[in-house]
Antibody, heavy 123, light 110 residues
Framework: QLQLQESGPGLVKPSETLSLTCSVSGGSVSSGSYYWDWIRQTPGKGLEWIGSYCYCGTTYYNPSLKSRVNISLDTSKNQFSLELTSVTAADTAVYYCARESAYGLGGGRIDYWGQGTRVKVSS | SNELTQPPSVSVSPGQTARITCSGDTLPKEYTYWYQHKPGQAPVLVIY???GRPSGIPERFSGSASGTTVTLTISGVQAEDEADYYCQSAGSSTPYAGVVFGGGTKLTVL
């Protein structure tokens, strides 16, 4: 059974960089046709896609966050990471990592999620 | 544009049928997925490819699609079904451009 687990600081200061890691067990990040996603939920709002690392080696980012986001894959550690720069209070959220199955040219079902990690941006 | 519209809230009494809709211009060309999200928990996939039900999901959860609207139906709603529900669309012939979620619907069991 695949398991994903987010880790990282729960408090980040404004203007600094938020860094989170998703550790994957029960499967390999380098096998299969999957997108490795970061998704967040800000307080009182819905789910927001941040970005994805494609099994094909390409990264995709939400246009509204693109200038501040970097997602990378570390196959040696079987994990993938999120960096979000220049954070503000608006980036306070629960951050989820997830695995999305590729389907044809596009994506599809997200059937494995981490439990989520709460990050607060505050001085 | 690839926007998905859901009603903000739906309320039903236990045992009744809840229907949650998701509308979008691209839905006729794409599959829709539904997620149940309870506070403090990870979202759970309850319907895939419009009407498929993953193993372990109760039979009372079903999905259907018609034109630009897809519907998640929960028959015989139970108190444990109270949650936020999100739709997501994706197409096999559309190059990947990220994950698109609807705004979410809060299901309240009265």
């Amino acid at each position: 059974q695949l398991q994903l687990q987010e880790s990282g600081p729960g408090l980040v200061k404004p203007s600094e960089t938020l860094s989170l890691t998703c550790s994957v067990s029960g499967g390999s990040v380098s096998s299969g046709s999957y997108y490795w996603d970061w998704i967040r939920q800000t307080p009182g709002k819905g789910l927001e896609w941040i970005g994805s690392y494609c099994y094909c080696g390409t990264t995709y980012y939400n246009p509204s966050l693109k200038s501040r986001v970097n997602i990378s894959l570390d196959t040696s550690k079987n994990q993938f990471s999120l960096e979000l720069t220049s954070v503000t209070a608006a980036d306070t959220a629960v951050y989820y990592c997830a695995r999305e199955s590729a389907y044809g040219l596009g994506g599809g079902r997200i059937d494995y999620w981490g439990q989520g990690t709460r990050v607060k941006v505050s001085s | 544009s690839n926007e998905l519209t859901q009603p903000p809230s739906v309320s039903v009494s236990p045992g009744q049928t809840a229907r949650i809709t998701c509308s979008g211009d691209t839905l006729p060309k794409e599959y829709t997925y539904w997620y149940q999200h309870k506070p403090g928990q990870a979202p759970v996939l309850v319907i895939y490819k419009d009407s498929g039900r993953p193993s372990g999901i109760p039979e009372r959860f079903s999905g259907s699609a018609s034109g630009t609207t897809v519907t998640l139906t929960i028959s015989g709603v139970q108190a444990e079904d109270e949650a936020d529900y999100y739709c997501q669309s994706a197409g096999s012939s559309t190059p990947y451009a990220g994950v698109v979620f609807g705004g979410g619907t809060k299901l309240t069991v009265l």
